[in-house]
């Protein structure tokens, strides 16, 4: 954790007599999570796709700290991308890094090849676009921690028919959640269908961030998972409004 919070301090905030604030040491604590799960996948070469990257903690702290050599940012708004190039120059170590600034959904924003992805709370439907270009590009490894859960994430409306569809009350609080598991239910079994691996665990926990889930999800190909996955998949995107033959049908 000190050397993540002086790393921090150095290259984003970096300014004599100042310290980190209090939601940078909340910060702090979630990247020192991700890094660790980084440490254990990062090779000499290995290319870092770091996604909705914002400044690029993420990426520039695995460039500082963990050894990553190759670092590839994804970012659509231009004054974080520029804060993140100027971060990069106060690196201490060597780093080839890319700043893309762009949109996580066009493949041009994405190089052609990547081992490891991460997105640290990419915001609703950008987890949705990280994981599909992820799967797009084969890569190795992904680490996505999803944020907020917007009418403009894909599966959204068919969570919501199917909370209809199985009778879930307007009470907000109740629904939401019931909502929420739905969307993590179908990214988890479309990394799943797709061929990797999928833990789903809390980086953090929640007093830290209330978005603390990470997928962590490793390229197998396994074909029994991929084919049980694929049939849950079916099952929960299927649908016309009745109970029959042991899976809910929903109305469009
Ligand atoms: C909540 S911030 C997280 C930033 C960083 N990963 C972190 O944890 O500090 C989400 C970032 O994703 C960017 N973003 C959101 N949707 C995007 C998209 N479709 N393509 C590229 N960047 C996107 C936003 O501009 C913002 O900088």
Redesign the pocket.
Known sequence: MAAVEKALHALFVAADGTSLRKEDLK?AR?LAAMLDELARVVRPGRLLV?????????GLLAAELVGVERVHV????AA?ARLCREAAARLTRPAELTVVE?????SA?WPDAADVVV????????SD?VLDAAVAAKTRWLFL?P?CYAHAVPFSAHAERLADAMGVPDHAEVRRRVVISLIDTERTLRLEAAGWETTVMALVPPTVTPHNLMWRARRMREPNRMRQASERLAKLRAGDGRLGDGRLVVPR
């Open positions: 910060k979630e770091d996604a909705a990257a914002g400044k690029s903690y993420v994804i970012e659509r708004d974080r762009g949109d996580v959904a066009s924003s997105a640290l709370h990419a915001c609703g439907a950008a676009a921690v944020c």
